[in-house]
């Protein structure tokens, strides 16, 4: 049983689509609603420096004046997205491991000994839970010997 190299990179980092995609529409969603209302409010400033403009020569103004900080928020937004996806691989990919160590206990295997990145989430827990797989597999060890043992005896 080989262990991974807690420096390496995890080759995907979209390890759970159901958190991380959730994570990544929320994201999303609020990015959304935060140009909108900043869009609103440009607008709404833009319109009450001159309330007898033509609401059309206020939206150009708006454009003209605003439009470098809208532009920066959308090239912004693939980094937000992209950083959000890495971050969320830190407890992503923990969990899955998780889900894949436990499931093995459950079905009467031993697991393999999980050890996590530097910078991942939950390492104590990983040390927590091969504690308890080593256990289980020594109490499983144990129970055999002195099954066989009873059956050398008899």
């Known amino acids: 049983m080989t262990k991974p190299n807690p420096t390496n990179n995890r080759k995907r980092k979209f390890v759970d689509p159901e958190v991380q995609g959730a994570l990544t529409r929320r994201l999303l969603l609020h990015w959304f609603a935060f140009a909108g209302v900043a869009a609103l409010i440009t607008l709404g400033m833009q319109w009450m420096s001159d309330p007898f403009v033509p609401?059309?020569?206020?939206?150009?103004?708006?454009?003209?004046?605003?439009?470098?900080?809208?532009?920066?928020l959308g090239c912004m937004?693939?980094?937000?997205?992209?950083?959000?996806?890495?971050?969320?691989?830190?407890?992503?990919?923990?969990?899955?491991?998780?889900?894949?160590?436990?499931?093995?206990?459950?079905?009467?295997?031993?697991?393999?000994?999980?050890?996590?990145?530097n910078s991942d989430f939950w390492r104590e827990m990983a040390g927590d839970l091969n504690r308890v797989a080593a256990r289980l597999?020594?109490?499983?060890?144990?129970?055999?010997?002195r099954k066989s043992a009873t059956l050398v005896e008899a």
Not at 55 to 72: H, I, K, M, N, Q
Not at 91 to 109: E, H, M, N, T, Y
């Open 55 to 72: 609401f059309r020569e206020v939206l150009v103004g708006a454009w003209w004046t605003y439009s470098p900080v809208f532009l920066v």
């Open 137 to 145: 597999e020594a109490v499983e060890r144990d129970g055999v010997e």
């Open 77 to 117: 937004l693939p980094l937000f997205v992209v950083d959000s996806i890495k971050l969320s691989n830190r407890f992503a990919g923990p969990l899955v491991r998780f889900r894949k160590a436990i499931s093995d206990l459950a079905d009467g295997q031993t697991p393999e000994s999980i050890e996590f990145r």
